[in-house]
C-alpha cells in the first residue's frame, strides 16, 4: 500500500473478491509502518523537503530505498515459498511493485500499479 498506509486500508471485499477466484492473497506492512520494524535513530524528514531536495539534486540520508522495499517483499515470497507472483501495489506500494519487476523478473507473473507513479 501506500506511504505509511497499514495493510489493513486493503478493502476486505476486494481481498474476498481475490480468495474466492483462487488466489492466495499476501499483504504485510512495509518497513516503519503498522506491525512491521521500525528503525529508531534514523533520521525524520518531512516529505516536502525530501520532494524539494531532490528536484533540486540535493543529496540526503535515507534509512533505506524503494529497492530495499522490493527487497524486503522478496524476501518474504522466499519465506513464503512463493516463486512467481501477480505483484499488485498502489502509491507508493506501485512503485515497490515496479522495483520486483524490474530487479527480480523471473518472480513476478504479472504487474499492477494502482494510482501510482514511476518510481
Known sequence: MGLAT???AWPDPLIAA????????????NRDVGLS???DG???L??????????????FPLAY???DMAADAVALLDALGVERAHVVGASMGGMIAQHIAAGW????ESLTTIMSSSG
Open 65 to 67: 530505498t524503494l529497492r
Open 46 to 59: 518531512h516529505p516536502l523537503w525530501v520532494l524539494g531536495a531532490s528536484r533540486l539534486r540535493m543529496p
Open 18 to 29: 481475490l480468495v474466492d477466484a483462487g488466489y492466495r492473497v499476501v499483504r504485510y506492512d
Open 37 to 39: 520494524t521500525r528503525l
Open 105 to 108: 523478473r523471473e518472480r513476478v
Open 42 to 44: 534514523t533520521p525524520a
Open 6 to 8: 497499514q495493510l489493513i
